[in-house]
């Protein structure tokens, strides 16, 4: 520990019993308490992980606020979530909410502001070291959660005032720079989405039924049927491709997704043997001199927006078969499906590994912010 740092336990950081509370229990605070309008409520979707997240907020009456007043917040309060992942995410109320309350599952933290600087202590608490201190605390098998006693004995290495402030403005100025290097690799990918997609939807030629191109069967297999290390792939409507020891088909074709729970449904070209799942439409070409599998891949796959509007049910979105046939593709001339697959064939691999670069960069910026703040908080910087 560097000179001039002590170790304190969160709760010993105001002599306010209320310094640090969870919102009411559940029987005092219930959902048909809610209203459109009034004193608004902070809820576990509310907490980000160093950021406020105001959307879909709840509200409750003047006089039912007043009756949970001792379960209050107000703007500049440090808010942190006992329940979810990751545990003890943590933010800072905004100006823009002057009071409220808080829900059960959510502790709000008032301490002594001549001890401790508040957003030096937002990045504390969001550091994977608290996480492993409340880790060790968890109760819930499904929902893990801490209990509020677990937050008021987070230790933390407390250095002077100034030192925090010193800190909090290097963290500050470090991760600004994060933000804006992420920001211009979403934009790079984005930029190569678009491109991608333009192509695509700039396609003009003669629309037809798929249904006079193709041949359109379902696999036979339950979902459950996947082994570990099977010898052939097995579709089903997952986006993950599984594996199976029997084929049932040896060919070329589209797999397409025929349930999703939220209509988000995937496409897939493959030739060669492989089993599929009972709601996997399993789509082959009976003119092949019309139209090719790798364009007709590229088109289906330009669909999929489609589909999920006109999918059906309520709990999972379905595709019939006659939604399938009946959707309109463009069919220019063979030759011209070469030339439309090559280039997207070549604007995908250029995606995919602008991806892959992005993804890599993702993943180092954030080892980077585990690392600075680290050394923030052994006195390191």
């Known amino acids: ?29 219930k959902v048909s308490d809610y209203k459109d309008s009034g004193v608004p409520i902070l809820r576990l979707q509310n907490v980000g992980k160093g950021f406020f997240i105001n959307k879909d907020i709840k509200f409750v009456s003047i006089e039912k606020a007043e009756e949970l007043k001792y379960h209050s917040f107000k703007s500049g309060d440090l808010v942190l979530a006992k329940l979810g992942v990751p545990i003890g995410k943590t933010c800072i109320v905004p100006n823009s909410f002057t009071h409220g309350i808080i829900v059960a599952d959510v502790v709000r933290i008032r301490l002594d502001k001549h001890i401790v600087n508040y957003n030096f202590l937002e990045y504390f608490l969001n550091t994977d070291g608290v996480v492993a201190q409340l880790t060790g605390n968890i109760t819930g098998a499904t929902r893990p959660r801490v209990n509020l006693s ?109 349930n999703n729970a939220s209509g988000d449904f995937n496409v897939k070209h493959y030739k060669g043997k492989f089993n599929a799942y009972q709601r996997t439409y399993v789509i082959t070409v009976n003119e092949k001199q019309k139209i090719l599998y790798r364009y007709l891949y590229y088109q289906l796959l330009k669909s999929l927006k489609e589909f999920k509007e006109m999918s059906v049910g309520a709990n999972t979105r379905f595709l019939k078969l006659g939604m399938i046939q ?38 180092g910026l954030e080892e980077l912010k585990k690392s600075i703040l680290q050394r923030a908080f052994s006195g390191e910087l």
């Open 1 to 29: 520990m560097k000179q001039g740092w002590a170790y304190k336990k969160l709760g010993d950081l105001s002599k306010n019993k209320d310094a640090i509370v969870s919102g009411p229990f559940g029987s005092n605070l």
């Open 150 to 258: 677990d937050v008021r004995n987070i230790v933390i290495g407390l250095p002077p005032l100034p030192e925090q402030q010193r800190i909090v403005s290097i963290l500050d100025e470090a991760f600004a720079a994060i933000a804006k290097a992420k920001t211009n690799s979403e934009q790079n990918l984005k930029n190569a989405k678009e491109l991608f997609e333009s192509y695509l939807n700039s396609i003009k030629a003669k629309k037809v039924d798929l249904g006079s191109l193709v041949d359109i069967k379902t696999g036979k297999l339950n979902s459950n049927a996947a082994v570990v290390n099977g010898e052939y792939p097995f579709f089903t409507c997952s986006r993950e491709v599984f594996a199976i020891d029997k084929y049932a088909f040896d060919l070329e074709a589209i797999l397409l997704a025929g």
């Open 326 to 363: 009946g959707l309109k593709i463009a069919l220019p001339s063979i030759e011209e499906q070469r030339t439309i697959v090559r280039l997207l064939d070549e604007l995908r691999t250029k995606t995919q590994k602008l991806e892959a670069v992005y993804q890599k960069k993702m993943d």
